[in-house]
């Protein structure tokens, strides 16, 4: 399969973290975490987002945000989230199987909440016969590639605290966002007042595996028990963890972010103004989202997966992955051009 524009999961292994992994496969180490590699890289994570935090290593996205949202919420509790949110779209009902809580879904423009939508939901409480609000989740950089600013995070946390509600953060792309924001990663979730992040890196050159940080300590109590419950205990965490290890040294998170960011905004310039396509959504991130004749969009994907979004109105999404090339683009955006003067 040529590099094309399908998912940044297509990507490969980046060098750097599958020569971690390599270099880690030596001797024996104590299993389930309690070896030397983890406690470094426990130590990292306190680095970039505060000395409260602690780490539980997951094998993928959606047992992170299951279990971040099984830490916050019981069976009788509800989340408020975008409907466009992964948790509500792409991930099998597995909060509402794992959890078993509400999820309470609010339609937006842009796939970004507000403290005006949010409160839309946030009503019954103390009424037996309603789910109670008391989470709110977000995802940074959305799935519609925008992103919510610090001061627009900042009011969700506001409000959720507020309400003594949790705020919950879905960090799958949380490198792309903070390189196009310019901010730590401290500075955009424990700064704010983010309770829970699901921290990812699969997106950005990881083999597997997912974090869930805790920001809000009180949460992390007994997490270790459900983690365990619900099968993402591994076993050789240390080949988990030292991904993540290679990931924070040398800013190669930021590095391989700032790349494709770079190769969507290329890519974005390039179509732009061709007459028959429609650019959905600002390109803040690493994905490109367009409106074109289904004729074209059908015939592009002969020569190139990628995923159609929203088949009511032929947007399709084009996303870049850290190995992206300009050459890659180049013969994307020439192939397009060609389909487009033929139809």
């Keep these: 399969m040529k590099r ?9 292994i980046c060098p750097e973290v599958l020569k971690a992994i390599s270099d880690a496969n030596i001797n024996h180490a104590l299993a389930y975490g309690d070896d030397e590699y983890c406690e470094r890289v426990e130590a990292l994570f306190k680095k970039h987002f505060g000395e409260q935090s602690s780490v539980y290593f997951v094998f993928n996205g959606t047992g992170a945000n299951t279990l971040s949202i099984d830490a ?5 509790e509800a989340v408020v989230c975008a409907e466009s949110a992964h948790v509500n779209v792409d991930e099998c009902g597995s909060v509402q199987r794992v959890v078993g809580c509400r999820l309470l ?8 909440l507000t403290p005006q939508l949010v409160k839309t939901q946030l009503h019954g409480f103390g009424f037996e016969h309603h789910s109670q609000p008391k989470a709110i989740t977000i995802t940074q950089s959305t799935e519609l590639g925008t992103l919510y600013t610090l001061e627009e995070i900042k009011a969700l946390a506001d409000l ?23 901010c730590t990663f401290k500075e955009m979730t424990t700064d704010l ?3 829970v992040l699901s921290f990812g890196g699969t997106k950005n050159g990881l083999m597997i595996g997912e974090a869930v940080v ?3 300590p009180e949460l992390a109590r007994d997490f270790k028990y459900r983690r365990k419950q619900a099968l993402q205990l591994c076993s050789k965490m240390r080949f988990l963890a030292v991904q993540f290890e290679a990931y924070f040294n040398d800013d190669l998170w930021k590095r391989n972010a700032e790349h494709s960011n770079k190769m969507a905004q290329l890519l974005y310039n390039k179509v732009k103004d061709i007459p028959s396509l429609k650019v959905m959504y600002p390109v803040q991130a690493n994905g490109v989202f367009v409106q074109l004749p289904r004729e074209i ?8 997966f990628f995923y159609d979004w929203d088949l009511d ?7 870049c992955s850290f190995d992206t090339t300009e050459e890659d683009i180049e013969m994307f955006v020439d192939k397009l051009k060609q389909l487009t003067v033929n139809n």
């Design 4 to 12: 094309g524009f399908g998912s940044d999961n297509h990507s490969g």
């Design 72 to 76: 916050m919420c019981r069976s009788h």
């Design 105 to 112: 879904t609010v339609a937006t423009s842009d796939g970004k």
């Design 160 to 182: 959720a605290h507020e309400y003594d509600m949790y705020l919950h953060v879905d960090g799958a792309r949380l490198a792309n966002a903070a390189v196009a924001l310019g």
């Design 193 to 195: 007042g983010v309770d």
């Design 214 to 216: 805790f920001l809000n």
């Design 297 to 304: 969009w059908t015939e592009l994907q002969k020569h190139y």
């Design 313 to 319: 109105n032929d947007v399709v999404r084009w996303l």
